[in-house]
């Protein structure tokens, strides 16, 4: 009996050691991959979703704050309430710029949006000037809440540098995450394990039943055949706009598509739509399920926006030559800016997010390039960056240096002095760093 009960004891300390062991490789990796990241999602299947969240609170050289949402966090306006109460229990300033605004938003947030937003951007800018993290807890309570969703996204594009928000959720929440990981502001993890692939499930098969591109023009195949037939470019925008996140309401829907109608006509606009995108494709391929609307999941699809962003982030996290491999296929895979030829908002926002995918990638093959000691090639590369991204001065710099360490030195200057022109031309300045690069190489 004695025996047993030590090896009862003996075999609860091995499990005990290795949870312990667990948690604490989980941990790691969320420091690791997390530096730098302004958006962390706790993937819903993780085990250790909970336990890392107790993890931040418990390590004194990270600064946390935490808000769990509530049942009553339906809506944006009880939302904002309850976040702001409980914030102002951690901080006690916390709340006095929303207090501020005008006693008709209190009773409305969603009257002005743009206005509340900034507030809240500020309340969360005073929390510390120091590294923080903010924890927004249960968040799958806001899966029926599209204004929170929506506020959610666009509060994620203005978080101030020094904070990192952590969603902990049951599901995977309506936000744009292929978007989000392209421009490299969020990451998914779950556990110790950095989600690279299958970021919205399982995609691979040999052979598709649809092949939706939208880097270029945008095209769609269905069984190997060109797809022609859409009564108009909304049908296919829809099935686009469908595949930018995981699932989507009728009412975002609406609202991307038709902001200036009022929700009864767009409703009905809606359903012509998706009427002419299921006969262009002679099958439903939008199925309302439980209140969202997804992709047919009896269809094996082929998104190039997934294959992009998936091999941008296996580009990030990955060293030589397998490295140089991930960022030559986004590269190829980039045809064009995403749904070139349109320009409704939320094309332009996920055109941006793309481009800087892009960018990341020439510019990353050209560093190797220039380590390899063929500068040609990394200008080349260089110069096509500069075609998507005229505003980007660090491009510009690596250029004007580039042109001087091959000796082209006339044409370092050529091209600064073009450059200058071209600034000023849109009533802008040229900043500091660029100046100086130039002074340099010409001094």
Not at 224 to 239: A, K, M, N, Y
Request: aromatic share 12%; glycine share 4%.
């Amino acid at each position: 009996m004695i025996y047993f009960a030590l090896l009862s004891q003996l075999i609860k300390k091995v499990e005990a050691m290795t949870l312990q062991n667990t948690v604490q490789s989980a941990y790691d990796a969320f420091l690791k991959f997390s530096d730098g990241k302004q958006v962390v999602l706790l993937h819903p299947q993780s085990r250790l979703r909970s336990v890392l969240v107790a993890q931040l609170f418990k390590d004194s050289n990270t600064k946390t704050f935490y808000y769990a949402l509530g049942e009553n966090d339906t809506n944006l306006q009880s939302f904002i309430e309850s976040f702001a109460h409980d914030m102002s229990a951690q901080h006690p300033t916390f709340g006095r710029h929303l207090y501020m605004l005008p006693y008709q938003l209190h009773q409305n947030f969603a009257e002005d949006v743009d206005r509340v937003l900034d507030a809240m951007v500020q309340e969360i800018a005073e929390l510390s000037d120091e590294s923080f993290v903010l924890i927004l807890d249960e968040y799958d309570r806001s899966d029926d809440a599209n204004d929170i969703n929506r506020f959610v996204e666009y509060l994620a594009d203005l978080l101030p540098p020094q904070c990192k928000l952590v969603i902990n959720s049951r599901t995977m929440p309506r936000l744009p995450w292929l978007s989000m990981i392209a421009k490299d502001q969020a990451i998914i993890l779950k556990d110790d394990q950095l989600i690279t692939s299958d970021i919205y499930g399982p995609h691979t098969h040999k052979k598709y039943d649809l092949e939706v591109f939208a880097l270029g023009p945008g095209f769609v195949r269905l069984n190997g055949d060109l797809v022609d037939t859409w009564e108009g470019h909304l049908p296919r925008l829809l099935l686009f706009y469908a595949l930018d996140r995981p699932v989507v309401t009728r009412a975002e829907i609406c609202g991307a598509f038709w902001p200036n109608l009022d929700m009864d006509q767009a409703v009905n606009v809606f359903h012509v739509t998706k009427r002419r995108l299921h006969k262009a494709l002679d099958l439903d391929v939008l199925l309302h399920i439980d209140n969202y609307y997804q992709i047919n999941s009896d269809l094996t699809v082929y998104y190039d926006i997934v294959d992009y962003v998936e091999t941008l982030v296996k580009g990030r996290y990955s060293e030589g030559d397998e490295q140089f491999a991930a960022w030559q296929r986004v590269v190829d895979l980039y045809k064009g800016p995403f749904l070139q030829g349109h320009d409704e908002t939320w094309i332009i926002d996920r055109r941006r997010a793309m481009r800087a995918g892009y960018i990341e990638a020439v510019v990353g093959m050209a560093q190797t390039w220039q380590e390899q000691g063929k500068g040609e090639a990394a200008l080349k590369l260089y110069r096509s960056a500069i075609e998507e991204a005229y505003d980007r001065e660090d491009l510009h710099q690596a250029v004007i240096i580039l042109y001087n360490n091959l000796g082209r030195r006339g044409e370092a200057a050529a091209h600064f002095q073009q450059l200058e022109k071209a600034f000023k031309d849109q009533g802008k300045s040229l900043s500091e760093a660029t100046i100086q690069t130039y002074n340099d190489i010409m001094a």
